[in-house]
C-alpha cells in the first residue's frame, strides 16, 4: 500500500481567480452540467476533504447525488458514500452542521493536538476525532486515511486546505474550473493563498486534458508522478 493517497484537488474560479465574490451569498461558479461531472468524479474516489473553514461557509453535504453512481459503488463492494474528512487548527465545530448529520458515512476530523480533548467533548460522537499533530500535519493525516483503505481523496477546498496541498508537494492532480466572468474584488478569497509552491515555473503542471462544459472551461492537470 502507498504511504498516502492519491490526492485530487477539485475547484472552480472566475477567469481572474476567485472562488467567491465578497458578498454575503455564495456565488455560484459552477453549472448543473458541471456538478453532474463533479459528482461522477466523487464517485470514483474513497474520501473526500474540505477545511473547517468551509464547513463553517457554506456547510456542505459532501454526498454523491445519483442513485446510479451509489448502485455502482455497491455492485463493487463499495461504501454508497464517501468517507468524509475535514481538518481544523482550532476545532471550532458544530455537530449540527451537514457534514455530519447527511449520510451515514464515517465523518473523520483531523485536528491540532491542542484542539482534540474539547472537539471530542463538542462533537460527542457525530464524528471521530483524531490528533493530527501541532501544528496540523497533513502528511500524517494521509498516513492515517492510507491506513483505513484511502486510496484516492478528493479535496474541494477552500483556498487555505488547497494552498496547504500544493506548498507541501502533497497532491497529484487538480481539475480547475474557469467560469466566464471576472470578481474583480481584492477582497474575495482566491483559490490559493501567498506560498512557496513546488509547481514553479521550472517545475510546471502537465496539462492532460481541456473539456468545455457550455461556457466553462474545465482544465485537468497532472502535478507529479506518483512515488
Do not use: W
Request: aromatic fraction near 6%.
Amino acid at each position: 500500500m502507498n504511504d498516502r493517497p492519491y490526492v485530487l484537488l477539485s475547484c472552480a474560479m472566475s477567469v481572474d481567480g476567485y472562488i467567491d465574490d465578497a458578498s454575503p451569498e455564495r456565488l455560484r461558479l459552477s453549472s448543473p452540467a458541471d456538478f453532474d461531472r463533479v459528482d461522477g468524479v466523487r464517485a470514483a474516489c474513497d474520501a473526500i476533504l474540505v477545511g473547517a473553514g468551509t464547513v463553517r461557509a457554506d456547510d456542505p453535504k459532501l454526498l454523491i447525488k445519483s442513485p446510479a453512481r451509489q448502485d455502482r459503488r455497491a455492485a463493487r463492494g463499495l461504501p454508497r458514500q464517501l468517507t468524509k474528512v475535514t481538518v481544523t487548527s482550532t476545532g471550532d465545530l458544530d455537530p449540527g452542521s451537514r457534514f455530519f448529520t447527511a449520510g451515514d458515512s464515517p465523518k473523520l476530523v483531523y485536528a491540532a493536538s491542542r484542539a482534540v480533548p474539547a472537539l471530542k467533548e463538542r462533537l460527542a460522537g457525530a464524528g471521530e476525532v483524531i490528533d493530527a499533530g501541532d501544528p496540523l500535519d497533513l502528511r500524517r493525516m494521509l498516513a492515517d486515511l492510507a491506513g483505513r483503505g484511502v486510496r484516492r481523496l478528493m479535496v474541494e477546498g477552500g483556498g487555505g486546505v488547497h494552498t496547504h496541498f500544493l506548498t507541501e508537494g502533497l497532491a497529484d492532480e487538480l481539475h480547475l474550473v474557469v467560469a466566464p466572468f471576472f470578481v474583480g474584488d481584492p477582497a474575495a478569497p482566491r483559490f490559493v493563498h501567498p506560498g512557496v509552491f513546488p509547481q514553479s515555473p521550472a517545475h510546471p503542471m502537465r496539462l492532460a486534458e481541456v473539456t468545455r462544459i457550455g461556457d466553462l472551461v474545465l482544465m485537468r492537470y497532472l502535478i507529479k508522478p506518483r512515488h
